[in-house]
């Protein structure tokens, strides 16, 4: 693969943004949620298998997911009682009235 | 407003993708749906407040945004039992293994 492709490729990827539905199992999980953000991805979070495991960790987590929203300048919020949502910069969560 | 400044507020408005939670509560409410995914905004749909009215009419909704979905080059998924989220061009539903 030359040089210009293998850019065009990179240019390609950069641009598109992935949405993926993950569930929270543990605490253990926060690193590659993490990942898939730093890479341009929003995860929709199921939370309720860690809250019906241990509500400390479920609130550790979401704390450290919020730390780590805000400090890559994305954004975080609860989507009804069983999610959160976590975008990376460039996807802005509308906090509007309905 | 120079026609600079109006040009640089334009194009930072392009660049940033919105995500909003929004209830279907009627098929009247698609056009406005519509309306938010054609200008880049990811819209997580709860659908079960239209599901408890008519579940005709919520079959015709969800038809018709799998049409716009698909014709304008974005995407749409369930996201568990209640909603559905869809996505403009540029924004890809992972569909992996969890």
Chains 1, 2 share one sequence.
Do not use: C, H
Request: glycine share 8%.
């Amino acid at each position: 693969m030359s040089g210009v492709m293998q850019a065009r490729n990179l240019e390609g990827k950069s641009k598109e943004i992935l949405l993926k539905a993950l569930a929270l199992k543990s605490i253990e999980d926060l690193p590659k949620i993490q990942e898939d953000v730093s890479n341009k991805t929003i995860v929709i979070l199921k939370v309720t298998p860690l809250a019906q495991k241990s509500l400390e960790e479920l609130k550790s987590s979401v704390e450290q997911l919020y730390e780590f929203a805000t400090s890559v300048g994305g954004d975080i919020a609860r989507l009804g009682d069983e999610r959160v949502v976590i975008t990376p910069p460039g996807v802005r969560i509308w906090r509007g009235l309905q």
